[in-house]
């Protein structure tokens, strides 16, 4: 019998417009689990908001987090496993964000926590940003006056939302340095643009094979909505899209299935395990 892993991405695809993921999608999904299920999720999202907002799950399988940045194993409470951005091509993305009056957030992982770094909050987005992290999620944020100084061989990611045409001029200079690697995509939530920056060695493509090969998995099923879901496509043996996927999903998928809000991961599985 097949070692079949299942995976999901989070926001926009398991978790609903609130973000949460509701009870009938739990209750569907444990049963599986409970059955022999293998399942998890790869997220962009940091371990303190997807942990918690994935409590309702019995999750045993290592999750990926960060886009790709880290593998995590959530009943350990530890990282297995993280990739690193080199100190000089740090130095380049920063200056690349200064030369186009943009401030960042920039993330390091030091003694097994994850710190979020930054110079200054311009905007109302990155505002919020930081508000909800820190109050809801209780995530370490540090201001600094130069984020060059912190820069070091701990960093893991770059990170900074606001509108495409601000953010696309460093997005086409970032994606030239040869050690790193870029996700530019739309926030489901409030219509801005994120640009996640880190190691050429990170994706959502690396994790997948990551767990495949270090877990023995025969097959990989994964499930997304987003353009940074797209490298897991590739990495999967079947691809599904839920119905809300931008249109990118859906032409990369093998099977269309239906929406975040009404329960379309949980929803398949319960009929494809029948």
């Known amino acids: 019998m097949k070692k079949i892993l299942y995976v999901s991405d989070l926001d926009g695809t398991l978790l609903n417009h609130e973000p949460k993921i509701t009870g009938s999608t739990a209750g569907v999904i444990n049963e599986l689990i409970g059955k022999g299920l293998y399942f998890t999720f790869a997220t962009a ?15 045993s399988v290592p999750c990926i987090l960060m886009n790709g940045v880290s593998i995590y194993d959530i009943p350990s409470q530890s990282y297995i496993k993280n990739e690193f951005i080199e100190p000089a091509d740090s130095a ?26 930054y110079s200054e909050l311009t905007t ?20 600094c006056d130069r984020l060059a100084d912190m820069a070091d061989e701990k960093t893991v990611y770059f990170t900074t939302t606001g509108h495409y045409e601000e953010l696309l001029p460093v997005k086409q200079e970032v994606e030239k340095i040869a050690g790193v690697d870029i996700a530019f995509y739309l926030d489901v939530y409030n219509g801005e643009w994120y640009l996640e920056i880190f190691s050429h060695k990170a994706s959502k493509a690396n994790g997948v094979k990551y767990l495949r090969e270090h877990y023995g998995f025969d097959e990989v099923v994964a ?14 043996d079947v691809k599904i899209a839920v119905g809300n996927a ?18 379309g991961v949980a929803k398949w599985l319960k009929g494809s395990m029948n």
Do not use: W
């Not at 908001?49 to 019995?58: C, G, K, N, Y």
């Not at 499930?223 to 999967?236: I, K, P, Q, R, V």
């Not at 093998?254 to 929406?259: A, E, G, H, M, Q």
């Open 45 to 59: 999202r940091s371990v303190y908001s997807a942990v918690p907002i994935t409590s309702s799950l019995d999750i």
């Open 92 to 117: 380049e993305i920063l200056k690349s964000f200064e030369r186009h009056g943009i401030h960042c957030f920039m993330y390091r992982i030091e003694d097994d926590v994850l710190t979020c770094c």
């Open 124 to 143: 109302k987005v990155m505002r919020s940003f930081a508000e909800v992290r820190k109050n809801k999620y209780n995530k370490p944020f540090v201001q």
């Open 223 to 236: 499930f997304g909505d987003n353009l940074n879901d797209l490298s897991m496509f590739e990495a999967a």
């Open 246 to 263: 931008k249109d990118e999903l859906k032409k990369a998928a093998d099977i269309v299935i239906d929406t975040n809000i009404n329960d």
